[in-house]
């Protein structure tokens, strides 16, 4: 069983930047793949990134491409999502997710309970 908590959501303006991170309660490095997931209000809960074991190889939906950047500190079993140039369509629950695949929802393992991201324009 592995927790996950995010930290560093909140309100930021269109343009802005902000930065989410997650720990794990025991070890992911080369075990799981870890990534984000994001839910905006009447949608469904949609892949924004993820990695796999190597940080080299990491993907990101189109939407957040060139603008969103997932990373990860292994030795604390955390990791980030840096996020710039922010639109309010960006505004959402961002979870994050732990588990053999992190490309699609029905294949995580574990969530964290999500933390709130608002752009305002």
């Known amino acids: 069983q592995v927790q996950l908590v995010e930290s560093g959501g909140g309100l930021v303006q269109a343009g802005g930047s902000l930065r989410v991170s997650c720990a794990a309660s025991?070890?992911?490095?080369?075990?799981?793949?870890m990534g984000w997931f994001r839910q905006a209000p009447g949608k469904e809960r949609e892949f924004v990134a993820a990695f796999r074991w190597s940080a080299s190889n990491t993907h990101y939906a189109d939407s957040v491409k060139g603008r969103f950047t997932i990373s990860r500190d292994n030795a604390k079993d955390t990791i980030y999502l840096q996020m710039n140039s922010l639109k309010p369509e960006d505004t959402a629950v961002y979870y994050c997710?732990?588990?053999?695949?992190?490309?699609?929802?029905?294949?995580?393992?574990?969530w964290g309970q999500g933390t709130q991201v608002t752009v305002s324009s």
């Open positions: 997710a732990a588990g053999p695949s992190v490309l699609n929802a029905s294949t995580v393992s574990f």
């Open positions: 025991a070890r992911t490095y080369g075990i799981w793949s």
